[in-house]
């Protein structure tokens, strides 16, 4: 990725790699990524299950599993954030750093108040008092346009829908004006309409805040509607970022073009088939050999098999990881 | 949810309120008898229980009324009961959720030192602290919480071993909490369910506990009493003067079974609230 010009960035990675030893060796989810986020910037991430998406940005929250080896570097705002002791990162995460989860119905500590859950990240991270907190906190979910804020600061999570606490998940990450907002499928485990809406929040608080949001999903469609720029991974590490507009217009990468081949489309004639990928990704404990897709891939060669594609730029700002691009 | 659900079992009504009956008259009940429980009645020794010599459950053997008797121990009893669970709950709870949430290598030696305590036998424990302190009352209380809190320790630590992998966790983690922090704040109320009930039903086994340790002169002392000392005094009259064994006798059961029932009705309330 644009390797020198990096101070405008948020939030950078260089090589970061995240390996689990297991039984007879190690399984690499994340295989080397170099990725920034801009500021302002929205940063849209799609892959499968499985690709590294959701453990490359665990990494830079430092929410792995203690097993887990990291290598590389991550720069938040030009501090190395990577093996920071906890203390130190604990000052960063909530504050200038937050994350939003995919399953809003458990990400919500079951037994407290929702204004005490909002307020405890002012008074804790702020050093606000519980009133002024408490003040914030109602602001806080007017923000994220949840109907008579007062009434629900006073109940408890299971009292409110799955849109509504996604909406107070996103409002608490707000809370401390984030210069980065980590949206890991946000709006996977809602209804399509909610799904919409939740989307349209977040496109409307960035424009308001001016934050930096990275979105993982996926699905190619949640991120197109919102991304400025769209970085596809696949078995751990990133085939192909482009500007969110050109990667919709065509594809480079044959692994991107069948992606967005497979999300569905209603004016596609009915007696069509769904399109879908054939094969499985291969698994994080497998050598790499080659580039991974090539087994799937319709475009495969000879060369695919044994010498593994770089990640060479385009022109500034896109790259792709082929030895036969499709432009 | 629960409370409502607790009240609506007749069991745990009527339990509950013997459980309060006894608890009050145990405190205030020595206070309105003439009777004291150190004095001693020369007059009447060893007598019957009656109602027209003002002994209402006899004397014993020294003349001293078994009524207030038997209520001062049973309040005696019952400090310790509330003491020792005390106890044993906090420091169940704090090395339960510690070792649960951290885990890994700190969790296999926490738990190692809570089976191998969890092995030593109580009576050798006690009888060793008896001769290295002295016989002391406060003893008493440290050696049953320093027992009861094992089984605790890992009911809680199972709990905060599920509770950990919970996704509040790692948002709580995410908006920048420490450990200490979530653990005090997140993961201790939410095993505080299964623990309340647990607690009411180490209650009685520590009341058990005490009258035992009482009952073989490892306890409470003469001239005080508890119920443990009353029935140990009771069981060696038992042919000769019953109801010195009787009236000590019927409280602690009474109250074992209340306690017992009450605490067995509060685990199905809580369960309910699970189940659904």
Same mark, same amino acid.
């Given at each position: 990725m644009t390797e020198d010009r990096e101070p405008l960035a948020t939030l950078s990675t260089r090589a970061l790699r995240v390996d689990y030893p297991i039984f007879g060796g190690t399984a690499a989810a994340v295989r080397g990524v170099s990725l920034s986020v801009g500021a302002h910037e929205c940063l849209g991430v799609v892959g499968e299950s499985g690709s590294g998406k959701t453990q490359l940005f665990m990494a830079v929250m430092g929410l792995l599993p203690s097993g887990a080896q990291v290598s590389g570097s991550a720069l938040f705002q030009d501090g190395e954030i990577l093996g920071l002791p906890p203390d130190q990162l604990n000052r960063i995460r909530g504050s200038k750093l937050a994350m939003v989860f995919q399953d809003p119905m458990t990400s919500l500590t079951p037994h407290l108040k929702i204004g005490m859950q909002l307020a405890e990240i002012l008074v804790h991270h702020r050093g606000l008092s519980w009133r002024d907190a408490e003040r914030a906190a109602l602001s806080a979910l007017d923000r994220v346009h949840i109907p008579d804020p007062r009434r629900r600061l006073k109940q408890y999570p299971h009292e409110l829908s799955g849109g509504m606490r996604q909406r107070v998940m996103i409002g608490m990450s707000l809370l401390c004006e984030p210069a980065l907002v980590i949206a890991?499928?946000?709006?996977? %485990?809602?209804?399509?309409? @909610?799904? %919409?809406?939740?989307?349209?929040l977040l496109r409307e608080l960035r424009t308001q805040t001016g934050i930096s949001i990275v979105l993982i999903s996926h699905d190619l469609a949640v991120v197109a509607s919102l991304a400025d720029r769209i970085a596809v991974m696949y078995a751990g590490r990133v085939v192909e970022s482009a500007p969110a507009a050109e990667l919709l217009r065509g594809a480079r990468h044959p692994y991107s073009a069948l992606l967005m081949q497979c999300v569905p489309d209603f004016h596609r004639a009915r007696t069509e088939r769904m399109p879908f990928l054939a094969g499985q990704a291969p698994g994080a404990a497998e050598p790499e050999r080659g580039c991974a897709f090539a087994p799937r891939?319709?475009?495969?060669?000879?060369?695919?098999?044994?010498?593994?594609? %770089?990640? @060479?730029?385009?022109?500034?700002? %896109?790259?792709?990881a082929c030895h036969h691009p499709l432009t | 949810m629960a409370r409502r659900r607790l009240l609506a079992n007749p069991g745990a009504r009527i339990s509950l309120g013997i459980i309060l009956a006894l608890v009050a008259l145990a405190v205030i009940g020595p206070w309105l008898n003439?009777?004291?429980?150190?004095?001693?009645?020369w007059s009447f020794i060893a007598a019957d229980p009656g109602i027209a010599h003002a002994h209402w459950f006899g004397t014993d053997r020294l003349g001293r009324d078994l009524y207030v008797r038997t209520l001062a121990g049973a309040r005696v009893s019952m400090i310790v009961g509330l003491v020792a669970s005390a106890v044993s709950l906090s420091l169940g709870l704090m090395y339960g959720a510690i070792a649960g949430y951290v885990g890994g290598r700190t969790d296999d030696v926490m738990m190692r030192l809570v089976e191998i305590l969890g092995g030593l036998p109580l009576i050798f424990f006690v009888i060793f602290l008896t001769v290295v302190f002295g016989r002391n009352e406060y003893l008493l209380f440290v050696s049953i919480g320093a027992v009861g809190w094992l089984t605790l320790a890992r009911i809680v630590r199972g709990q905060a071993l599920s509770i950990r992998r919970q996704e509040y966790i790692e948002a709580a983690i995410a908006s920048g909490a420490g450990t200490a922090r979530i653990i005090c704040r997140h993961v201790l109320p939410n095993v505080i369910g299964p623990v309340i009930v647990y607690a009411t039903l180490t209650i009685p086994q520590i009341i058990l506990l005490e009258s035992f340790l009482s009952f073989l002169g490892l306890g409470i002392q003469e001239p005080r009493a508890s119920l443990g000392t009353l029935i140990a005094e009771g069981a060696g009259e038992m042919e000769a003067a019953p109801w010195i064994l009787l009236g000590p006798g019927v409280f602690l059961t009474l109250l074992l079974v209340c306690l017992n029932v009450f605490g067995d009705r509060l685990r199905d309330a809580f369960d309910a609230g699970t189940r659904r």
């Open positions: 890991d499928e946000p709006t996977s %485990a809602l209804d399509v309409t @909610v799904q %919409a809406r939740i989307l349209e891939c319709p475009r495969s060669t000879e060369r695919c098999t044994h010498e593994r594609p %770089a990640l @060479v730029a385009v022109h500034s700002g %896109a790259e792709v | 003439p009777n004291r429980v150190e004095t001693l009645d």
